[in-house]
Nanobody
Framework: VQLQASGGGLVQAGGSLRLSCAAS????????MGWYRQAPGKQRELVSI??????????DSVKGRFTISTISRANAENTVYLQMNSLKPEDTGVYYC???????????WGQGTQVTVSS
């Protein structure tokens, strides 16, 4: 599975960004898609994930501000989106796309995209 993330950038507090991550290759068996982030000097943390049954999990700090969604097409790319509204400086970090392939019991990570929120 190859993951290609995009959509990061610099935004002022209160602004919005939309992250995208396209999964290609052997994508059958994907059960979870989502996003983690890592701020400088901190551990990587879950931001939001969505299952192929459309169950969603959000970090408490982003509930009500971020929305995760996916588009999956048979024999084509699966894409996960993260709409981030009302951004705060504490949302700053590198955001990593994440996929869990259940049939292989294996996670995959994207290359990371930088999100910087200025106050």
């Amino acid at each position: 599975v190859q993951l290609q993330a995009s959509g990061g950038g610099l935004v002022q507090a209160g602004g919005s960004l939309r992250l995208s991550c396209a999964a290609s290759g052997s994508t059958s068996g994907i059960y979870i898609m989502g996003w983690y982030r890592q701020a400088p000097g901190k551990q990587r943390e879950l931001v939001s994930i969505i299952t192929n049954g459309n169950s969603r999990v959000y970090n408490d700090s982003v509930k009500g501000r971020f929305t995760i969604s996916t588009i999956s097409r048979a024999n084509a790319e699966n894409t996960v989106y993260l709409q981030m509204n009302s951004l705060k400086p504490e949302d700053t970090g590198v955001y990593y796309c994440y996929v869990w392939v259940q049939t292989r019991s294996q996670p995959y990570w994207g290359q990371g995209t930088q999100v910087t929120v200025s106050s």
